[in-house]
């Protein structure tokens, strides 16, 4: 949304932007100043300087050990491994650039080259069976924080090769065979589109635009066949959503490849629309995380994020 749409949209649009401006959190500050009001140059280096230095991610980093790497699996440690602390640093809007990151870089990539990863894949009625989503995170992020090195361009090849033709991806074991999955598409096709937008590949742009064409006839969230939505999931909103999918992730990802005025995405604008609260902002209707220290067995994040609606 640019500072125009937000003020065709009312005062309640605008209140809630010098709202988020006031908060004490700097990666809230500079999403809406970079995201919404298109602020650039020094001004918005600033406020990622500040995103380093802020208490979330002091908590986030708080488990690094000497080497600069975290005690656990890069993946499987659900929310606190390599993968996601890097997932979430991009998220925030931390600085680019940073060698401080490079170990839990080479934690992911490591794994993701690894025996173990690679034998996980294989075929499923002759189509590629792929974790696009973890193939996905791993490319955005490195390359939102200008940590991605030639194996980063590998695993862009990876996701390209294992496209099925129907425009999306799938990892599931059981599967028909026939479509893909949302959620194992969406992030891949946010990946792809920030590479094809950071190293103007037509490879990767072509990608793309299969990807989108896939949510786009679905509308984002609805069956081809009947219309029906597809998961109940994807009609709730949720932050971070980490490898899950809804309509405002997907909202996200198709603005950031320069599609969200397509006619097909109104019904989920509505859809969003019709979710706003009183003053202005939006409800988290779910969460995927557990707020704690404790090593619980899943779903473990170091950063409380918000009170969700769950909580009552």
């Given at each position: 949304?640019?500072?125009?749409?937000?003020?065709?949209?009312?005062?309640?649009?605008v209140?809630?932007?010098?709202?988020?401006?006031?908060?004490?959190?700097?990666?809230?500050?500079?999403?809406?100043?970079?995201?919404?009001?298109?602020?650039?140059?020094a001004?918005?280096?600033?406020?990622?300087?500040?995103?380093?230095?802020?208490?979330?991610?002091?908590?986030?980093?708080?488990e690094?050990?000497?080497?600069?790497?975290?005690?656990?699996?890069?993946?499987?440690?659900?929310?606190?491994?390599?993968?996601?602390?890097?997932?979430?640093?991009?998220?925030?809007?931390?600085?680019?650039?940073?060698?401080s990151?490079?170990?839990l870089r080479?934690?992911?990539?490591?794994?993701?080259?690894?025996?173990?990863?690679?034998?996980?894949?294989?075929k499923?009625?002759?189509?590629?069976?792929l974790?696009?989503?973890?193939?996905?995170?791993?490319?955005?992020?490195?390359?939102?924080?200008?940590?991605?090195?030639?194996?980063?361009?590998?695993?862009v090849?990876?996701?390209?090769?294992?496209?099925?033709?129907?425009?999306?991806?799938?990892?599931?074991?059981n599967?028909?065979?026939?479509?893909?999955?949302?959620?194992?598409?969406?992030?891949?096709?946010?990946a792809?589109?920030?590479?094809?937008?950071?190293?103007?590949?037509?490879?990767?742009?072509?990608?793309v635009?299969?990807?989108?064409?896939?949510?786009?006839?679905?509308?984002?969230?609805?069956?081809?066949?009947?219309?029906?939505?597809?998961?109940?999931?994807?009609?709730?909103l949720?932050?971070?959503?980490?490898?899950?999918?809804?309509?405002?992730?997907?909202?996200?990802?198709?603005?950031?490849?320069?599609?969200?005025?397509?006619d097909?995405?109104?019904?989920?604008?509505?859809?969003?629309?019709?979710?706003?609260?009183?003053d202005?902002?939006?409800?988290?209707?779910?969460?995927?995380?557990?707020?704690?220290?404790?090593?619980?067995?899943?779903?473990?994040?170091?950063?409380?994020?918000?009170?969700?609606?769950?909580?009552?």
């Amino acid at each position: 949304m640019s500072s125009a749409s937000a003020e065709e949209d009312g005062p309640r649009a605008v209140g809630l932007l010098d709202v988020l401006l006031r908060s004490d959190e700097p990666s809230i500050r500079l999403q809406v100043r970079a995201g919404v009001q298109g602020a650039e140059g020094a001004e918005v280096a600033g406020l990622q300087e500040l995103v380093r230095a802020s208490p979330r991610v002091a908590t986030l980093l708080s488990e690094r050990r000497a080497d600069g790497t975290i005690d656990a699996h890069p993946y499987r440690a659900k929310w606190y491994g390599a993968h996601w602390t890097l997932v979430t640093l991009a998220e925030l809007g931390y600085p680019a650039g940073d060698d401080s990151l490079t170990p839990l870089r080479e934690q992911t990539l490591q794994w993701l080259f690894s025996a173990e990863y690679l034998d996980s894949l294989g075929k499923i009625h002759g189509l590629p069976r792929l974790h696009g989503s973890i193939e996905g995170n791993a490319v955005w992020a490195l390359l939102t924080l200008g940590l991605a090195d030639e194996r980063v361009e590998t695993l862009v090849e990876r996701l390209r090769q294992a496209q099925w033709p129907d425009g999306g991806w799938n990892c599931d074991r059981n599967a028909s065979g026939r479509c893909s999955s949302f959620t194992e598409s969406l992030i891949p096709l946010r990946a792809l589109s920030l590479h094809n937008r950071t190293r103007s590949d037509p490879r990767s742009l072509a990608v793309v635009e299969r990807a989108l064409a896939m949510f786009l006839r679905r509308r984002l969230y609805r069956r081809i066949g009947d219309g029906a939505i597809i998961h109940p999931s994807f009609v709730e909103l949720h932050y971070p959503c980490y490898w899950h999918y809804d309509i405002l992730f997907a909202l996200v990802v198709v603005a950031e490849a320069g599609r969200v005025r397509d006619d097909r995405c109104s019904e989920a604008l509505e859809l969003l629309e019709s979710k706003r609260l009183p003053d202005g902002g939006f409800p988290a209707e779910h969460r995927y995380y557990r707020a704690t220290r404790a090593m619980v067995p899943s779903q473990r994040s170091l950063v409380d994020w918000a009170v969700s609606a769950v909580d009552g």
